[in-house]
């Protein structure tokens, strides 16, 4: 073992972690203990150089960040066109890291990149990782050893590249039917979220946490379910979450379930609950939910990261966003810092603002003694990581790591037990060489299958690919997130209607929502749903030659009376669904 440099005796690895700390702890400044708070985005540079930033989502450069505001935690932003790109990258920024004062190695996070949405908000499609099911049909296979087999697959590939925190899983519960995050939950069914969520963390941190692993942060705690309306409260007019069913507690039992399997790391919600015992303020500044819940009742010393943006306004995609720290709208950035400082809390999600903080502790409002406990927790973490020891990666080998062909057929199994038949009228499976009208799916691919025709008139079967609906909202940003009725217009259900008066007809539709589904599955011969799955698999299960496994991990309401009737922190709670949860045909 190389002995550590005199001037830096925490890189002495033969020494407990906790005295590490306290040497490091030590011989840091104000200002190197402030840019621990932050946990920013940033952007790469292209072909794995630095990146002198990102003006479309206000990011600053690499040199900035890390040598100038002693930043060293970032969420990396977009997709490298490959692994080794992204590792290079990732050295890169370790070596500027190496250069600074106290060398302190940067931490790489990420939103899930193994599925195929993209949202900026919350998922990066990352073509060159194995491609999965999202949680939602992950939760559709029903299988715990498959969701810790996927999080131990994803923890060696965001490994290879260097990312070393994963800001998942999210194990809320999806009472809303209209919520526009349910995509990345396991549904509405608390024993199932609980169990697969806790598959997941020890997938990604492994079986015992230390150098190889990944670590997780669980949101978003004490649940983001339960949204008046549905509405999402990354918007202001969703910043209300309602527990007319009185469940605010069966929001928090997978929460406990991750604390037993070990999450490293937890990131509270941005939504204020109403009409509770705790104060109405977002959780990621209240004291109640933080400390009196999180840290008091269940006992968590782990790092509590805010969501983004509770600081700070910032333009996201061209429009501007007010900071989204509901029921503090009225506080200045440096109170809403302060109060979330108060709650809790370790880092500040999406903020780069050191100045703020800065000016915090030099009025005395904020006490050295109060930064140096959640540094701690966060030099810990590095630590345990492995990164003070050796925070480089093999850029050479990263992309036959990442994406290898094990990896990818691993994800398509997922994808293939995910599918979920809702009806059949014995349309399915349909023979090989059948001839075959399709829209929405590839047809090089359904060559491989029968015969593509290019109109129903022409065809034995019919299948068409659909996504649930969703209302247009007013900027860019917000379109990501897919939030209101939960009605199909009606041209699309006469297009479906009319191609199955020509032919019979197949329907799958990316179900991210509980569509109403009614009028479709009356149109149709079958009705399938997925939650992320290419043309292949899809065929494989439609053909038989995939067993139809798929169970749904929701209810599909009947009605949009029905789901505006139910109460957004009950599960199961529309009148008479169409389909209920585990529903799931078998061809």
Not at 375 to 391: A, I, N, Q, T, Y
Not at 412 to 438: C, E, H, M
């Amino acid at each position: 073992m190389t002995a550590a440099p005199e001037n830096r005796p925490w890189l002495d690895a033969s020494l407990p972690v906790d005295e590490r700390v306290d040497l490091l702890l030590r011989e840091m400044t104000v200002p190197e203990k402030i840019g621990q708070f932050f946990h920013a985005m940033i952007s790469m540079g292209e072909g794995g150089e630095l990146s002198d930033g990102n003006p479309e989502f206000n990011i600053a450069s690499n040199r900035e960040y890390v040598v100038d505001r002693h930043m060293s935690h970032f969420n990396v932003l977009g997709a490298a066109p490959s692994a080794g790109e992204l590792a290079r990258w990732y050295n890169n920024i370790q070596e500027l890291a190496a250069s600074t004062r106290l060398g302190i190695p940067v931490t790489i996070s990420t939103d899930p990149r193994h599925s195929s949405s993209e949202n900026p908000g919350a998922a990066i499609f990352t073509s060159s990782f194995s491609q999965w099911p999202e949680p939602l049909g992950l939760a559709a296979t029903r299988d715990a050893a498959l969701v810790e087999r996927f999080g131990d697959i994803a923890r060696q590939e965001y490994v290879a590249v260097g990312i070393r925190v994963a800001l998942h899983p999210q194990i809320d519960l999806a009472t809303e039917p209209r919520w526009a995050r349910q995509l990345q939950t396991f549904g509405e069914d608390v024993d199932l979220t609980s169990e697969l969520g806790a598959a997941y963390i020890r997938g990604f941190q492994g079986e015992t946490f230390g150098a190889g692993s990944v670590s997780t942060m669980t949101k978003h705690f004490p649940g983001g379910g339960p949204q008046k309306d549905g509405e999402d409260p990354h918007f202001d007019y969703g910043r209300e979450q309602v527990y007319p069913g009185d469940q605010f507690e069966l929001h928090l039992k997978p929460f406990e379930a991750a604390f037993a399997a070990g999450t490293r790391q937890i990131m509270p919600y941005y939504g204020m609950p109403v009409d509770t015992e705790y104060e109405e303020v977002g959780f990621g500044l209240n004291k109640d939910v933080i400390t009196g819940l999180l840290r008091e009742r269940f006992g968590y010393d782990g790092i509590v990261c805010t969501d983004w943006g509770l600081i700070t306004d910032q333009a996201i995609l061209g429009t501007e966003f007010a900071a989204r720290g509901w029921g503090a709208e009225h506080l200045t950035p440096h109170e809403r810092m302060a109060k979330i400082l108060d709650a809790g809390c370790d880092q500040f999600g999406g903020e780069q603002c050191v100045w703020i903080l800065s000016d915090l502790v030099q009025s005395g409002r904020i006490a050295e003694e109060r930064l140096d406990e959640s540094v701690r927790r966060l030099l810990r973490e590095k630590f345990d990581l492995g990164l003070f020891d050796d925070p480089y990666v093999d850029a050479g080998a990263a992309d036959e790591i990442v994406g290898s062909r094990e990896f990818r057929e691993a994800g398509l199994d997922a994808q293939r037990a995910s599918i979920t038949v809702l009806s059949n009228d014995g349309v399915l499976p349909f023979g090989r060489g059948a001839k075959l009208y399709v829209e929405g799916v590839s047809a090089d691919v359904a060559a491989e299958y029968g015969e593509v025709v290019s109109t129903p008139a022409e065809a034995d079967l019919a299948i068409l690919r659909i996504q649930a609906p969703y209302e247009q909202r007013a900027s860019a940003f917000e379109n990501f997130f897919h939030a209101g009725s939960l009605d199909f217009p009606a041209e699309v259900v006469e297009h479906v209607a009319e191609v199955a008066a020509s032919v019979p007809t197949v329907v799958d539709v990316f179900l991210d929502r509980p569509a109403i589904l009614a009028p479709v599955v009356e149109a149709a011969n079958a009705v399938v749903a997925n939650w992320g799955a290419s043309s292949a698999p899809l065929l494989d299960v439609l053909s038989g030659a995939a067993r139809a496994t798929g169970r749904l991990p929701f209810d599909v309401p009947r009605s949009m009376a029905a789901v505006e009737a139910s109460r957004p922190d009950v599960p199961f709670d529309t009148v008479d669904p169409l389909f209920r949860f585990g529903h799931g045909l078998s061809l």
